[in-house]
């Protein structure tokens, strides 16, 4: 029998994910972590290579066991689990669409179920400690003018770590309206506005770092070799000036801060400037207003305003009654007395 399960695959990742979904890189990569991990795991427990997988053998069982080995012998969290049982249930239903005849195996799989995890509150930091992370690089170096800009950048646009590395030169515009075009899920460009601060401290990372502004489809921040920066190559510069802020203000910097903590930040920051959810949702580049709603419900300040507001529209709408009224309400009363 033939063994279709390297042909599915390989359409999988080369075709349909790409051409079809038109995801990104990252959702790709993560889903091929899934089916290489897979292989570990199979490897490990069944002692069979990869080469000699078939789709039959790749049963609910298998898949069920696969997401207990990654908690329990990976250290996976409930949410890495799930990412990684996601890519199986995309794979799956491919395989039902093209062949019809295999549905009962892939509905199998697809009827696995998520696993509940507890949501984290978004945590954020407060206006003062932000200013004091922007304080700490070095603005009389070129690197400290970059990582300000590469910091300030992240925080301003509301940046994922991914769509920061992402943006070229051309993505900046620093004239009337200074805007920068952000590219998010699923290619999606959303264009964000940036302050007058953010636009100064980018031209002064151009005149420092002499950016060719002409060379449009550059990165816009890049590492010490010109090359494009990482993940954990934001990740380091951010801590960095972070472990710095901590020592020079031991009150402050409670939280683990990371790059999704700026991102939090400033949509708290539009938040708690009466920014519409609507529109906090475009900016951050959410597909759903649902997700941005996650923000109101967790933020104890926004909801004491939305209660003191709510009370004073109360007061202010009760009805005052007139002197003449007062007082046949209070020979109304009278009447009941014994």
């Known amino acids: 029998m033939k063994n279709d399960f390297p042909e599915y695959l390989t359409s999988f990742f080369s075709k349909y994910l790409v051409l079809q979904k038109g995801l990104s890189e990252n959702t790709i990569s993560s889903y091929s972590d899934a089916f290489l991990l897979f292989f570990t795991f199979y490897e490990e427990k069944h002692n069979l290579r990869p080469t000699r997988l078939t789709l039959n053998k790749i049963t609910r069982e298998a898949v069920t066991d696969f997401c207990q080995w990654l908690e329990e012998t990976r250290g996976s969290s409930i ?7 996601t890519a199986f249930h995309s794979f799956f239903r491919y395989v039902a669409k093209l062949d ?31 200013k004091m992370l922007f304080a700490e690089p070095n603005i009389r170096t070129k690197k400290g003018i970059r990582d300000l800009a590469i910091m300030t950048v992240l925080y301003d646009t509301g940046a994922r770590v991914s769509e920061l590395i992402d943006i070229k030169i051309s993505d900046v515009a620093l004239v009337g309206t200074a805007t920068i075009c952000v590219t998010g899920k699923g290619r999606k460009q959303r264009i964000v506005p940036i302050s007058l601060a953010t636009s100064n401290i980018i031209k002064a990372y151009y005149k420092s770092n002499r950016i060719d502004v002409k060379r449009g489809n ?19 510069i951010l801590d960095k000036y972070v472990q710095k802020a901590r020592i020079n203000n031991p009150d402050y910097f409670k939280v683990n801060v990371t790059a999704h903590v700026m991102r939090h930040t400033k949509a708290t920051n539009l938040l708690l400037s009466d920014v519409s959810l609507i529109y906090i949702r475009d900016f951050l580049g959410h597909s759903s207003v649902i997700t941005t709603e996650h923000y109101a419900k967790s933020n104890p300040e926004f909801l004491r305003r939305a209660i003191e507001q709510n009370a004073e529209n ?17 020979d109304f009363l009278k009447a009941f007395r014994v």
């Open 218 to 236: 550059c990165p816009l921040f890049t590492n010490s070799r010109k090359d494009a920066l990482t993940r954990p190559g934001v990740n380091y």
């Open 79 to 85: 949410k890495t689990r799930n990412l990684r049982l």
């Open 100 to 130: 019809p005849s295999k549905l009962a195996i892939c509905k199998d799989i697809i009827d696995i179920p998520l696993k509940k995890c507890e949501k984290k509150l978004p945590v954020h930091l407060s206006d003062v400690e932000v």
């Open 314 to 330: 109360y007061i202010d709408g009760e009805n005052h009654y007139s002197h003449e009224e007062k007082e046949q309400l209070i």
